[in-house]
């Protein structure tokens, strides 16, 4: 591996990332699949980093899923995110942010379909005022969450009470990455690092002390294709894809997966019981799964916020083995207490795979 | 006879032109940006179809015939056209005179950086088809890092010709039998490797390329897959893994190989934007150098006493690059006669 090839590429693929005043888009699915990871967001800006971010509980859905599965139509789509546009100018902010990336890809998409067909952009104008009576502005920078934990590493790390480095050997914990599908490959681009050597998350890890370990499909889906998901005869398919990149990052030996999209990790970490139940076969140390985790997650992790305030005890694979690796201190006792220390009760303990209860 | 032509390039196609204008009693002035003459080809190990080697056909242009001069790292900063004269200015202070210039200028390499996903610059193990020629030449102790013997080889067809996501939609003309050659040579040097080609379709068009391809096939066991490379990885043990897609049969394919070998196709010349800018001359879609009528004319240009020569109006393998140099010099012949009456 050539580092300085990559670090080339990277050069070429620099994004602008807005400093301050932010309209925070919400995921329709990460709220169910990893909760602390949004609150997490908003904690990280507003009380680490002093930044103003606009959480805004009248947007809706961009309509992602119903896009790329052909049951939403084009200037559906279109008039949605201008909804979402005239919510954020109503707001006084010009700065987008959303939280997920099929989110983040559909608003680029639109943006330069706009750009490169202004009469697109005219119709969709007629339509939502037709609608909702609202105008909007087209937002003067957008950029994805990780975009802005990406752009905030460094003070991240430097408030950090932890680093990814194995407390007992000192060495950096090996960590593999995945920017999602819809992150880069539509528009290398808009993507900080591009498309096929993508710098987002391996920025974060580089400075939060991790080593980023490349293997040979780390470009490939994990599985949350919509069509493969949503559409129950093709589940196999998307739990192929996960399986063919667990076998491809194992003999690596990673100490944890960081994702970037909703609904990677969800898929990682879930898929890696069903691999287990079906197979017998788990990929982590001493019958472990490997730990995935958000971009928020890490970088709570890092500043030091507690595993099941960040919602970590909804992981499928336990992320005890990774946080004992940094020298993290929890309590079990309080993984399945509820936020007035009620007892949530335990999931099941699954056959195969090892997990802390 | 005292016109003076200026011949931008001093590749074989500048040579060639310089050599034959020279014969016919006109003064020349060879002007070439590096410290030698000789072009791509002086780069080159063998040439395709016979087999030869490169400096045998570069020994073709004696340059001591050439009765005006040769001058080498030359950088060109201006070129002015004046009362039918060209003033050519260089870095250095010098200004050249010249009744007509002929362009030589070539091709560039495509840079393959940018088929990202090929891997170029990110893994060792990926080198590009003229990288390859310079191991040949320069018979280097091992062509892969580890120092080991390459068991297996895959040569990739196509890297920046023919594709329109790096907005080359043409095809190359000699990336085809370049890659038969190099599987042979590769054979030759490593007989118990595994070569693969993979290819999207082989135009194997000119004099005896089908026998060459014939016989990598029967005698060197070269194995050729119709199939478009998608992307590639790098394994624990410095192995490239290839991802393919079999057009053939369909499916998709993935291999390791020891190296790999991006046949890098030709692309229109640095200089020739500035050539536009300078001389007014046009440019096709792809950065060539458009001569008015391709077919009839294919060495005059849209302004008068400027002419074309070799691989700078569109790619060219050497026997066609040589032939349009003469066809060069009799345009330039013609229109010396024009303007005399």
Redesign the interface.
């Known amino acids: 591996?050539?580092a300085e090839?990559?670090k080339?590429?990277w050069k070429d693929y620099q994004k602008e990332i807005a400093d301050d005043r932010y309209y925070y888009a919400r995921s329709c699915v990460r709220q169910n699949f990893f909760p602390g990871s949004e609150a997490a967001f908003l904690k990280i800006l507003r009380e680490e980093l002093g930044k103003n971010v606009f959480d805004d509980p009248a947007h809706t859905s961009c309509t992602g899923i119903g896009y790329h599965a052909d049951v939403v139509p084009l200037e559906t789509t279109m008039t949605v995110i201008a909804r979402q546009f005239a919510l954020m100018t109503e707001a006084g902010y010009q700065n987008f942010v959303p939280s997920c990336i099929t989110s983040f890809g559909l608003y680029s998409e639109i943006i330069e379909t706009w750009h490169h067909f202004p009469e697109t952009l005219e119709k969709t104008r007629k339509y939502l005022k037709q609608a909702t009576g609202r105008e909007f502005e087209i937002p003067d920078n957008l950029a994805h969450a990780s975009d802005v934990i990406y752009k905030f590493r460094k003070e991240i790390g430097e408030k950090g009470k932890y680093r990814l480095v194995n407390h007992n050997t000192g060495e950096p914990l090996k960590i593999v990455e995945h920017i999602g599908c819809h992150y880069s490959k539509m528009f290398p681009h808009k993507g900080v690092g591009?498309?096929?050597?993508p710098y987002v998350l391996v920025g974060m890890i580089e400075e939060w002390g991790g080593e980023v370990v490349?293997?040979?499909?780390?470009?490939h889906c994990c599985g949350f294709g919509f069509r493969q998901y949503a559409v129950k005869a093709n589940r196999g398919y998307s739990l192929s894809c996960s399986h063919k990149k667990f076998e491809s990052m194992e003999?690596?030996h990673p100490d944890a997966i960081l994702t970037n999209c909703p609904g990677c990790p969800y898929f990682f970490d879930r898929w890696q019981y069903a691999i287990s139940e079906l197979e017998g076969k788990t990929y982590g140390e001493n019958g472990f799964g490997i730990p995935v985790l958000t971009y928020e997650e890490m970088a709570g992790i890092v500043l030091g916020y507690d595993p099941w305030e960040l919602g970590m005890q909804l992981h499928q694979v336990s992320v005890e083995p990774f946080l004992e690796k940094i020298g993290f201190p929890y309590d079990p006792e309080q993984k399945y207490k509820g936020k007035y220390g009620q007892d949530l009760g335990k999931p099941k303990v699954p056959e195969f795979l090892k997990v802390c209860c | 006879m005292e016109e003076r032509i200026a011949i931008i390039g001093g590749g074989i196609a500048g040579l060639e032109t310089a050599s034959q204008l020279s014969k016919k009693g006109f003064d020349v002035v060879v002007l070439e940006k590096k410290q030698i003459t000789g072009g791509h080809v002086e780069q080159w190990h063998q040439v395709f179809p016979d087999f030869r080697d490169a400096s045998e056909v570069l020994k073709n242009w004696n340059q001591h015939e050439i009765s005006g001069q040769i001058k080498i790292g030359i950088d060109i900063t201006n070129i002015n056209k004046t009362n039918g004269l060209f003033q050519i200015e260089l870095r250095d202070g010098e200004q050249i005179t010249a009744n007509a210039v002929v362009i030589a200028s070539g091709f560039d390499l495509f840079d393959a950086?940018k088929k990202?996903?090929y891997g170029y610059?990110?893994?060792?193990n990926v080198i590009t088809s003229a990288e390859l020629e310079s191991f040949f030449n320069r018979k280097r102790e091992y062509l892969i890092k580890s120092g080991k013997t390459p068991q297996r080889i895959g040569i990739i067809h196509c890297v920046g010709s023919r594709d329109e996501k790096v907005g080359n939609p043409y095809c190359s003309k000699v990336c085809c039998i370049t890659g038969v050659k190099q599987a042979i040579e590769l054979k030759e040097i490593y007989p118990q490797a595994e070569v693969f080609c993979f290819y999207m379709d082989l135009r194997m068009f000119g004099l005896n390329y089908e026998d060459i391809y014939k016989e990598a096939q029967e005698k060197y066991g070269i194995q050729f897959i119709r199939g478009r490379l998608s992307?590639t990885?790098?394994?624990?043990d410095g192995t490239v893994?290839l991802k393919v897609e079999d057009t053939l049969a369909g499916k998709p394919l993935k291999l390791s190989v020891d190296l790999v070998v991006l046949l890098v196709g030709m692309v229109k010349g640095s200089v020739n934007n500035e050539l536009k800018k300078w001389l007014g001359i046009e440019l096709d879609l792809f950065g060539f150098i458009k001569p008015p009528d391709a077919i009839l004319q294919p060495n005059v240009t849209n302004v008068p006493g400027v002419f074309l020569a070799g691989a700078c109006s569109s790619p060219k393998n050497i026997g066609d690059t040589v032939n349009d140099a003469r066809s060069a010099v009799l345009a330039v012949e013609k229109y010396f006669n024009h303007l005399k009456g």
Do not use: C, N, V
Request: net charge negative; no cysteine.
């Open positions: 591996m050539i090839g990559k080339r590429i591009g498309a096929e050597y490349d293997y040979p499909e780390r470009r003999p690596y | 950086h990202e996903e610059g990110i893994y060792d992307e990885s790098e394994l624990q893994l």
